[in-house]
């Protein structure tokens, strides 16, 4: 990746032609051709960020998007398991009604069953 990166460069070095290029020292070249390595690679670690905020941006959507619909299906789920409770659809007599003389006393008063 690194060799690529130079040979692109160094490519684009010597694409300029020689009239418009002025000469300078080997190590002044050297120096021109490493800020210009620096400067590429800020340019595709810059571009890289961009695009890994955008899929945490994509991400963090899909999240709520699927807390939103965890919390809904659980809040449903609750509200029929309970609608279906045998209880609410029961109307027979409870027991302690017909069988307890304590049930008789509260709601009977007057009858004499001891």
């Not at 810059?46 to 959507?61: L, P, R």
């Amino acid at each position: 990746m690194v060799n690529a990166a130079v040979s692109s460069i160094d490519d684009a070095l010597n694409e300029v032609p020689a009239a418009v290029r002025k000469k300078y020292p080997f190590e002044l070249e050297k120096a021109i051709h490493n800020v210009k390595f620096i400067q590429h690679h800020l340019q595709r670690q810059d571009e890289y960020n961009t695009e890994d905020q955008d899929w945490g941006f994509v991400a963090m959507v899909l999240d709520r998007l699927f807390l939103w619909i965890f919390t809904v299906a659980s809040i449903m789920g609750t509200i029929l398991i309970l609608c279906e409770a045998p209880a609410l659809y029961d109307d027979t007599k409870p027991i302690d009604r017909d069988l307890s003389f304590i049930a008789r006393k509260q709601f009977f008063p007057s009858s004499d069953y001891d």
